[in-house]
């Protein structure tokens, strides 16, 4: 649902809101999870 959310809102709207470290820890985490899942290549973004 999460996922969901910022896909459906601008990020500005998360920026100002209570959902800044939930923002920032998806975006820094899209790699981890991808790679958990299998869904994705085991290429570090970073």
């Given at each position: 649902e999460i996922l969901e959310g910022l896909k459906a809102k601008n990020l500005d709207d998360y920026l100002n809101g209570p959902f800044t470290v939930v923002v920032k820890e998806s975006c820094d985490g899209?790699?981890?999870?991808?790679?958990?899942?299998?869904?994705?290549?085991a290429v570090p973004e970073k």
């Open positions: 899209m790699g981890d999870v991808s790679e958990k899942h299998g869904s994705g290549p």
